[in-house]
């Protein structure tokens, strides 16, 4: 249990004052009884002495009788002892004369220094006796005895005296004692109060100084350090805060590590990347967050050889994410590791961004190298003058104007679908009847279909969307002419519609050839073609699934294709309803 410091000093001070009172009162008792004891000698040789002239007259028949006499009248035990150490007469125990004493200690003392003493346990009383016998002329020895009860009553008499006084200085000494210690104490209890609230983080609790000696010197110390302490922690918050707002704000994830590759710190986009909460980092190793031996070598050199080093790595093994990682060292002051921070960033989308570029810009050289190379044989042969058959040489210009018209075709493709993807081409939202516009494509197609005898039927429902009739127009065309172009002769291309709360699903479908199942995710992609050979022969250019793509995305659609190899495609996407289709849905 605690006990307070008030409590133990004013303990400690009122023992330290019992204990000297007691021990001053035994040593004064003691010297007491010591004198007393040596004032009693000096009393008995005085009555020993004016025995022994009493009794110089008195006759041997008359000796114990007035021995009995004067033992009353002096209120002392008398004993006479001859020269041989025989009792001669007592006044206190009759039965004791004719005993020899030759052998007590102040009969033998006496009989050779002039004065005996001995302090013993009487045997008759059983009381502590002071004994003292002198030599007599006439008699031999002159014995007095006293008990001496009469010195340690007074001894008690001063011990009972004693009492009261130690009992009020007791009183006197708490009360002097507890204002003393409280003085003491209080400071030191408001200390405390204080450093508890420090501890809470207020930093303006001051302690009340009342005095100039050290418990004062102690108080205003404790306040200078106080606001000390305070001017500190403001400082490290406000670089706390500002770090934490850096580290939240950047986008690169950061992580702290000591030397034993353990986080010490984590921003919120390390918990984005790694799709965990940033404070259950804290602690951790970092080989149990990311498991992949080139980070950890990585980290590894870092520490080794005291350099940043760049890197990319894999999150976990078989992870398609490519994360770009930079790992500098931490150092203190003498320049000694302290550990590493790490910086990394997902460049998925990056790398898979830089993937396509590169795909983009080969097959765009590899689109225009083939008409490129085509129209430039044609050209050099006819400017050989090597041929003189004019049918010959309009079907080279034919051919020659068949490509020239792909590539014007494939450029303007191009156009298009980087104005889309750049947000640069505006639309104009408005009422649209996708019906109508379908229609129009359909008529707009006539000759193909003719080409080919293909029906085409357009089962859309008279519905009013929301979206810009010219790039809708654009989507109707290309997805109706893959349709014709991709059929087979006598085949048939149908269109339907389904309404779906605040949006309308179209489908385009035909019998054509279909597409193989593992093509389906990517028919939508700039130049991807199932049979490029084919695709090419139609005069495709491998970018009208792309544009539509984007154009429906831009409307808030989806779009995608369900086929069958050797029994057709569909292809479906979604716009948003006119209000005046939802309500009349409702």
Not at 14 to 40: E, H, M, P, R, Y
Not at 45 to 56: A, W
Not at 405 to 422: F, Q
Request: aromatic residues 6%; hydrophobic residues 40%.
């Amino acid at each position: 249990m605690h006990k307070p410091l008030l409590l133990k000093l004013t303990g400690l001070v009122l023992v330290v004052t019992f204990l000297s009172i007691g021990v001053t009162t035994f040593f004064v008792a003691q010297s007491a009884k010591n004198t007393l004891i040596d004032n009693l000698k000096l009393d008995l040789v005085t009555d020993t002495e004016l025995v022994d002239f009493l009794l110089t007259d008195v006759n041997f028949d008359q000796l114990d009788q007035k021995v009995t006499d004067l033992g009353k009248q002096i209120d002392r035990r008398i004993t006479i002892i001859s020269k041989q150490g025989i009792v001669l007469a007592d006044s206190h125990e009759k039965q004791l004369i004719g005993a020899d004493y030759a052998q007590k200690p102040e009969f033998s003392q006496a009989i050779a220094d002039g004065v005996g003493i001995d302090l013993r346990i009487s045997q008759f009383t059983g009381e502590e006796t002071l004994y003292l016998a002198i030599p007599s002329a006439k008699l031999g020895a002159i014995r007095l005895a006293v008990a001496s009860s009469a010195v340690t009553q007074d001894i008690a008499k001063l011990y009972q005296g004693t009492i009261p006084l130690l009992v009020l200085v007791g009183l006197a000494a708490f009360g002097i004692v507890y204002l003393v210690t409280r003085n003491i104490t209080q400071p030191i209890q408001d200390m405390l109060l204080v450093t508890k609230k420090l501890q809470q983080g207020e930093f303006g609790r001051r302690v009340l100084v009342k005095s100039r000696d050290e418990i004062g010197l102690l108080g205003r110390s404790f306040n200078e350090l106080s606001l000390t302490l305070e001017k500190m922690f403001d400082t490290i918050y406000d670089r706390e805060s500002k770090l934490n707002a850096v580290l939240t704000s950047m986008n690169d994830s950061v992580l702290a590590l000591n030397v034993n590759q353990r986080v010490i710190l984590a921003n919120r986009a390390v918990g984005e990347l790694l799709r965990v909460n940033e404070a259950s980092l804290i602690g951790r190793h970092v080989g149990e967050i990311i498991k992949s031996e080139d980070f950890s070598e990585i980290i590894q050199e870092t520490i080794t050889y005291m350099k940043s080093i760049d890197g990319e790595i894999q999150l976990s093994p078989g992870s398609s994410r490519i994360i770009a990682v930079r790992c500098s060292p931490l150092q203190d002051e003498d320049g000694d590791i302290m550990g590493v921070v790490v910086v990394l960033r997902d460049i998925t989308k990056l790398r898979r961004l830089e993937n396509m570029r590169k795909e983009f810009v080969a097959n765009v050289s590899h689109e225009l190298r083939t008409p490129l190379t085509s129209i430039k044989g044609f050209v050099e042969t006819i400017l050989d003058g090597n041929t003189n058959d004019p049918q010959l040489v309009e079907r080279f210009l034919t051919i020659v104007n068949g490509e020239t018209d792909r590539m014007i075709s494939l450029i303007n493709d191009l156009l298009d679908l980087s104005r889309i993807e750049s947000g640069k081409q505006f639309i104009n939202l408005e009422a649209v009847n996708i019906r109508e516009v379908f229609d129009s494509t359909i008529l707009a197609l006539q000759s193909k279909t003719l080409e080919k005898n293909i029906t085409v039927d357009n089962e859309i429902e008279d519905l009013q969307v929301i979206g810009d009739i010219k790039l809708l127009q654009q989507v109707t065309t290309n997805l109706v002419d893959n349709a014709i172009k991709y059929n087979q002769e006598g085949g048939r291309v149908w269109l339907t519609s389904k309404v779906m709360d605040d949006e309308v699903e179209i489908t385009v479908c035909d019998t054509g050839m279909g597409i193989a199942e593992n093509h389906l995710d990517r028919i939508f992609e700039r130049f991807y073609r199932v049979d490029r050979g084919r695709s090419r022969q139609m005069g495709g250019t491998g970018l009208g699934l792309s544009i539509v793509k984007h154009i429906i995305e831009k409307h808030q659609g989806r779009i995608y294709a369900e086929s069958k190899v050797g029994e057709g495609t569909q292809i479906k996407f979604t716009l948003k309803l006119a209000k005046e289709n939802e309500q009349e849905n409702n």
